[in-house]
């Protein structure tokens, strides 16, 4: 069975730094590319950030481009979002989730290629 437990969401102040982490378990997970998403009250779930299975890629929302950054730890089975200048629009709960396809060779970005989620964290931002 296929887990993913995020951890790491917080109430900051604007301009705080802080990480989020995904635990993997269930399947191989270097063979998988993983993505973060997030939603805010009221509004869709949203694309942020995903990584390539190996790591040798990442692509990011216009919205956090240069101030998120997403890596992985293969050896871990842990996918991390780095998020700096943090702003109170960034308030929402985090959601980690795992493409449907092996050794993806394209990054996936919409919500309907990730078939495993973790249960999401709360990240609060206060101006």
């Known amino acids: 069975q296929v887990q993913l437990v995020e951890s790491g969401g917080e109430s900051v102040q604007a301009g705080d730094s802080l990480r989020v982490s995904c635990a993997a378990s269930?399947?191989?997970?270097?063979?998988?590319?993983m993505g973060w998403f997030r939603q805010a009250p009221g509004k869709e779930r949203e694309f942020v950030a995903a990584?390539?299975?190996?790591?040798?890629?990442?692509y990011y929302a216009d919205s956090v481009k240069g101030r998120f950054t997403i890596s992985r730890d293969n050896a871990k089975n842990t996918v991390y979002l780095q998020m700096n200048s943090l702003k109170p629009e960034d308030t929402a709960v985090y959601y980690c989730?795992?493409?449907?396809?092996?050794?993806?060779?394209?990054?996936?970005?919409?919500?309907?290629?990730?078939?495993?989620w973790g249960q999401g964290t709360q990240v609060t931002v206060s101006s």
């Open positions: 269930g399947r191989t997970f270097s063979w998988y590319a």
């Open positions: 989730a795992s493409d449907r396809r092996t050794w993806a060779p394209t990054i996936a970005t919409t919500r309907y290629e990730y078939d495993y």
């Open positions: 990584i390539s299975w190996s790591g040798g890629s990442t």
